[in-house]
């Protein structure tokens, strides 16, 4: 689709659903005129329409919190994009993350536990380091510690799924994960640091098929 073919309010606005490229995570949702559009497509940051302020605006111009444009899509009817970047930092003016975290509804039906979140509680604790906490104990005891419980629930991973036991391969998985995120919190490593990793892989490996197929 050409910027010709979207479809601009009466304000000559459209709205502009900012996603992070590696979580997913909706970060905000802002207003973009034909000509912030054509500036980000030029400059590949995200550069929105203020309503309020009724000028352009270069999402960390200021603040230094840029948004590095990944790719841009319009809806069906090409009167709302879906613009996906990788963030030099937090989206919200707050210094949150995202801009959606004032929690109206949640159904207790549909539990959900994201390790974003299980690593973000774990910061939380090796922070203020709560008593009678088995997380208190492992980040006082410190990294040799941490490194042996990996070690030890490697092992039981493969005793688990040696046994082709689904149920306790899974059990022992979550506590491989568990003590991962803890060692990445001990070591100032984040689950964005291994998504980019992981995402660099990939885009390896799609290269190297290409080469292969030609």
């Keep these: 689709m050409k910027i010709s073919e979207l479809r601009f309010d009466a304000d000559g606005l459209i709205p502009a659903v900012v996603q992070d490229f590696y979580s997913k995570q909706v970060l905000t949702v802002a207003y973009m005129s034909r000509e912030s559009l054509e500036i ?116 039981e991973v493969i005793i688990g799924a040696m046994k082709d036991s689904r149920e306790e391969t899974v059990y022992e998985i979550s506590d491989l994960c568990y003590h991962v995120l803890v060692l ?4 100032g490593i984040t689950p964005e640091d291994i998504r980019k990793e992981l995402a660099s892989r990939h885009v390896v490996d799609h290269k190297v098929k290409q080469e292969t197929m030609q």
């Excluded at 270069?58 to 319009?74: F, M």
């Excluded at 990445?184 to 070591?187: C, K, Q, S």
């Design 40 to 155: 980000t497509l030029a400059e590949k940051r995200t550069c929105f329409w203020s309503r309020s302020r009724q000028e352009l605006w270069r999402k960390g111009e200021t603040s230094g919190n840029v948004q590095h444009v990944v790719s841009i899509t319009a809806d069906c009817d090409g009167d709302a994009l879906v613009v996906q970047v990788v963030k030099d930092g937090p989206a919200c003016h707050t210094g949150s993350e995202s801009c959606f975290f004032n929690e109206l509804f949640t159904d207790p039906q549909y539990p959900e536990l994201a390790l974003d979140a299980l690593y973000g509680l774990l910061r939380e604790r090796n922070a203020l380091r709560p008593e009678k906490s088995y997380t208190t104990y492992l980040f006082e005891k410190g990294k040799e510690k941490i490194l042996k419980k990996v070690g030890e629930e490697c092992t």
């Design 184 to 187: 990445m919190v001990n070591m």
